[in-house]
């Protein structure tokens, strides 16, 4: 019903940006909202960034906040994760998710969501 596939992610130096997109499909995203998740080596998946599509309410993980930036392009159903300043501790597989009706109390839980990606690299290297 929702496909997602990201893209945009590869290999960087420390200090450096990177922005990642994830494009969706088979359906409208109105009233959906969008979450973005990592999960680095023998790590569990972690909530990074999330935001709801019809009102543009964004929300970050404390380890990204003021560093990254989620935003959306309704003419392209697509939304992106601008990150800058990246460091060695980024370096994970990024995913994108879809729900319809996200909540505030559980759009941190990456069960919570009912649509994925197949996730892209980012690795930053000192």
């Known amino acids: 019903q929702v496909q997602l596939v990201e893209s945009g992610g590869g290999l960087v130096q420390a200090g450096d940006s990177l922005r990642l997109s994830c494009a969706a499909s088979g359906r409208t995203l109105s009233n959906y909202g969008m979450g973005w998740f990592r999960q680095a080596p023998g790590k569990e998946r972690a909530f990074v960034s999330a935001i709801r599509w019809s009102s543009g309410s964004t929300y970050y993980a404390d380890s990204v906040k003021g560093r990254f930036t989620i935003s959306r392009d309704n003419a392209k159903n697509t939304v992106y994760l601008q990150m800058n300043s990246l460091k060695p501790e980024d370096t994970a597989v990024y995913y994108c998710?879809?729900?319809?009706?996200?909540?505030?109390?559980?759009?941190?839980?990456?069960?919570?969501?009912?649509?994925w990606g197949q996730g892209t690299q980012v690795t930053v290297s000192s």
């Open positions: 998710a879809a729900i319809l009706g996200l909540t505030y109390a559980t759009m941190m839980r990456w069960t919570t969501y009912d649509y």
